[in-house]
């Protein structure tokens, strides 16, 4: 596949089908569903295709040769501009171990989302068009390498995502809506300052023997790049460095959420209609941690080591605080949207382990979550659309009236509890293996357990309340599944599954580009020559 854009492709898709569906008339209903669904079906394929010929031996230290499937060219070259010299930002796109599961993430849960849309009937030719758009900002926030492409495409999903949840959101949605911009735009801010400052760190050597500041991430991670005068220099005895990763980490630990920056999920959660619920935790919550591993994590490894113990203490509360939060929840919806600050709070800890068991239980965790709880989001539309409540204490006995959604939901819920033989079984015990092997937050680990046991109360206690003991005669009504809801779900269990069965189709992807990225971030950079610079 060497020279075909697939990366590019992949990316891009949605964005022809979202300029076909503008040029669509409205009354087109049924043409413009089935764009949307063409063009994530599309991106779906093309991610396989990616997959199948991903080489999962290929890897080493950070450099392009690491990276598989590049498209690179220069984007924008800017000349004379006084000191500053020339502006060089590269089109840079490819990808590796870390980055190519969150690109299968996005292209499967586009296609669930899009398909659970398709009972959306407000300005659906306006929704399509943004909902496509957003897909294209968070497939290229996981292929950028070049960190001014990772920032246009970090912001571009923050538009549509602002409309989605503000137009077709339930009674709050404005407040919702503007609470999600408000914290992701403080986010934003703090990543464009730390970008601007390592631009102004780090050097690129030219063919041509020219020195330039440059936005190449990969650049940014090779500390021998940097000027000694650099603001964010690691040869630059000053703060600077440990203030920009903190700013850099909060940009990222907003978009998790990391407590105590966590707040607007759940009003996002509650009031976006359910497909947006489904991308929001499937995917939107992992450019959070992606973030810290792809950029964070290589380019300030020292402050990564010194700060490691911090960042598990982080995920302990999270895991601890979200699970407490969620037993607390009445409505069911706010329940999951608590469950997601929980289990993200898993990644972090495996994060903050830097030991290969860990970060591999981290990625696969991002991986399996986005899966788990985009079922858990559709298992909640699914009783919404047909009771309109969606109230823990108004339902009872679902079970014997719809036997086979509850099928499904007891497949979801186990898996978010972390039941053997589920997707969500191995990756924490990957990131408990990985964090109890560093004795400096093996006491953390050991409290963080505590998650596992809140998360079986506050599951078993929903699914109890929802589809267990006497009927409500109120329901009596409902319809199980409809075949719209199996192509949504089977897809779903079949991976939850599989990966619980056989969690080595997706490792065995990760494992080498995430032993380079542990054996860059340990190692000692205190000795690297200065080349000159």
């Known amino acids: 596949m060497e020279g075909f854009p697939i990366i590019s492709l992949i990316t891009f898709i949605p964005v022809i089908g979202m300029l076909v569906i503008l040029f669509l008339p409205k009354e087109k209903v049924q043409n413009i569903k089935i764009t949307a669904l063409a063009a994530t079906l599309i991106q779906l394929v093309l991610s396989v295709i990616l997959m199948a010929n991903y080489n999962y031996s290929a890897g080493g230290i950070f450099e392009e040769s690491s990276f598989q499937f590049i498209d690179k060219f220069r984007w924008i070259n800017i000349e004379g501009l006084s000191w500053i010299g020339t502006v060089k930002i590269d089109y840079f796109m490819g990808v590796d171990g870390i980055s190519m599961p969150m690109v299968l993430l996005t292209s499967i849960i586009s296609v669930i989302a899009c398909i659970s849309s398709w009972n959306i009937s407000k300005s659906l030719k306006g929704y399509f068009a943004l909902f496509l758009l957003l897909d294209t900002g968070m497939m290229g926030v996981f292929v950028s390498l070049d960190f001014f492409l990772f920032y246009v495409f970090w912001e571009l999903m923050l538009l549509p995502m602002y409309f989605l949840i503000g137009i077709w959101g339930g009674p709050r949605k404005e407040y919702a809506a503007i609470k999600f911009f408000l914290y992701t735009l403080l986010g934003s801010i703090f990543i464009l300052i730390v970008m601007l400052g390592l631009y102004f760190s780090a050097m690129e050597i030219l063919p041509d023997g020219q020195r330039v ?72 919550l992992k450019m959070g941690t992606y973030g810290i591993l792809r950029i964070s994590y290589p380019i300030f490894p020292d402050i990564t080591r010194e700060l490691a113990w911090y960042i598990a203490l982080f995920g302990a509360v999270n895991i601890i605080y979200g699970a407490f939060v969620a037993l607390a929840q009445k409505d069911f919806k706010k329940l999951i949207a608590y469950s997601s600050v929980s289990h993200m709070g898993y990644v972090l800890l495996g994060m903050a382990s830097l030991t290969t068991a860990g970060i591999n239980g981290a990625i696969l965790q991002m991986f399996n979550h986005g899966t788990i709880t985009a079922m858990l989001f559709l298992i909640v539309g699914v009783v919404y659309d047909r009771a309109h409540t969606r109230g823990l204490n108004d339902f009872g006995g679902l079970a014997s009236q719809m036997p086979v959604y509850t099928g499904f939901v007891t497949v979801a819920f186990f898996a978010a509890i972390g039941l053997p033989s589920l997707s969500g079984f191995i990756s924490e015990a990957l990131v408990f293996i990985g964090a109890f092997h560093v004795e400096s937050i093996r006491v953390i680990t050991i409290i963080s357990t505590l998650g596992i046991l809140l998360g079986a109360g506050y599951m078993l206690w929903a699914m109890q309340r929802v589809f267990f003991g006497k009927l409500n005669e109120k329901w009596s009504g409902l319809q199980d599944l409809e075949m719209r809801e199996y192509i949504m779900f089977i897809p779903l269990t079949i991976i939850i599954i599989l990966l619980g069965v056989y969690p080595s189709l997706m490792l065995d992807v990760m494992n080498t580009s995430v032993n380079t990225l542990v054996d860059f971030v340990s190692t000692n950079f205190t000795n690297i020559s200065l080349g000159g610079l």
């Open 213 to 284: 500041f440059t936005f190449n991430i990969l650049t940014m991670m090779d500390q021998s790049n940097y000027t000694q005068d650099g603001i964010l220099s690691p040869f630059n005895p000053n703060n600077w460095r440990m203030l920009a990763y903190i700013a850099l980490f909060i940009g990222f630990a907003i978009k998790i959420p990391m407590f105590p920056f966590h707040t607007w999920l759940p009003d996002a959660h509650v009031e976006a209609p359910t497909p947006i619920s489904v991308i929001l935790a499937g995917v939107l």
